[in-house]
């Protein structure tokens, strides 16, 4: 279910006194909410794989915001150790959680495995946030006032099938169709969490959200993991500036039925990826 709200980030509310996670903070449309929420007043824990990346991204939202209240913590999605080490971590440090992002995301790069053997793609966008909404589950439900998990999805999720025979395409390989079907994942699980959150009277909710098309570094992934000159410059050319991307931008939310609107910050142009 799509709802094209024309929501922005000038309509999130303050956010002091909530903690927020974000997932992939220090690239794309991750760095862009990590800045959003702590604009407002949220202490932002920027979930990254590089922490020297985080730091600088850090860096540069303080650069902008000098009030800002940001950390910068380890999360490699394509290690189920580090999700662990990262919410254990998280809940000796922090006695409340307002905001789940689960963001950070590859796409169509060739087939590789995360530490624990699953195909990366499914393994980073879709398992690796399973795992961590999970073991971050109870300080959501300890934390009061308002909370939730937003996962990203994509509209390349309408494509995706769930390949329950070949779940991580070791017989045929194809970057787009493990793709869609991480994005389908991740679609999946909000609506089911959602079902789950309702069921126990949680007062957490779940929702799903995606960006249409962000000029990020998503794109070059791929090309550069191939080794693809070529076919990163035609990515480039194709690429709207960002500039032109937030001119366009209409962001775009997929809500479980009877749940609200994402919060998460969009950018958004052309055709989602
Ligand atoms: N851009 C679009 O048009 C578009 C459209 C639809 C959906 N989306 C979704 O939006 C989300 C964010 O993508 P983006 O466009 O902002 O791309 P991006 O600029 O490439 O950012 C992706 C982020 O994910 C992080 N990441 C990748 N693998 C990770 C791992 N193993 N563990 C932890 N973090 C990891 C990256 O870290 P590094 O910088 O260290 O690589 C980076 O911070 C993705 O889920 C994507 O599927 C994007």
Redesign the pocket.
């Known amino acids: 279910m799509f709802n094209d709200s024309g929501w922005t980030a000038d309509d999130l509310p303050p956010q002091a006194g909530r903690n927020v996670v974000v997932?992939?903070?220090?690239?794309?449309?991750?760095?862009e909410a990590a800045k959003a929420f702590a604009a407002e007043g949220a202490h932002v824990v920027m979930?990254?794989?590089?922490v020297e990346?985080g730091e600088d991204a850090k860096a540069a939202i303080e650069a902008d915001y000098p009030g800002a209240s940001l950390t910068v913590r380890e999360?490699?999605?394509?290690?189920l150790d580090s999700v662990a080490a990262f919410a254990d971590r998280y809940a000796t440090e922090y006695d409340a959680l307002h905001v789940l992002c689960n963001?950070?995301?590859?796409?169509a790069v060739p087939r590789s495995e995360?530490a624990d053997g699953f195909e990366t793609q499914f393994g980073?966008?879709h398992l690796?946030h399973f795992a961590l909404t999970g073991r971050l589950l109870d300080v959501l439900r300890r934390t009061s006032g308002e909370t939730r998990v937003v996962t990203?999805?994509?509209?390349?999720h309408e494509s995706g099938e769930i390949d329950f025979d070949d779940l991580q395409h070791e017989d045929d390989y194809d970057k787009w169709a493990a793709?869609g079907q991480s994005?389908l994942a991740?679609l999946l699980f909000a609506y089911e969490l959602d079902r789950r959150l309702r069921a126990a009277n949680a007062a957490v909710a779940s929702v799903a959200c995606?960006?249409?098309?962000?000029?990020?570094?998503?794109?070059?992934?791929g090309p550069e993991a191939e080794g693809s000159r070529l076919r990163l410059l035609a990515m480039k050319a194709r690429t709207p500036s960002s500039r032109r991307a937030r001119e366009r931008a209409r962001g775009r939310c997929c809500t479980p039925p009877r749940t609200r609107q994402s919060t998460a910050a969009s950018t958004?142009a052309p055709a989602?990826?």
């Not at 990203?152 to 390349?156: D, P, T």
Request: aromatic content about 8%; glycine content about 14%; proline content about 2%.
């Open positions: 997932t992939g903070a220090n690239s794309g449309i991750g760095f979930a990254c794989r590089s990346r999360l490699d999605l394509a290690d963001n950070a995301g590859v796409m995360t980073v966008n690796g990203q999805s994509s509209m390349a793709y994005k991740n995606h960006p249409g098309f962000a000029a990020t570094n998503l794109q070059y992934r958004s989602g990826c």
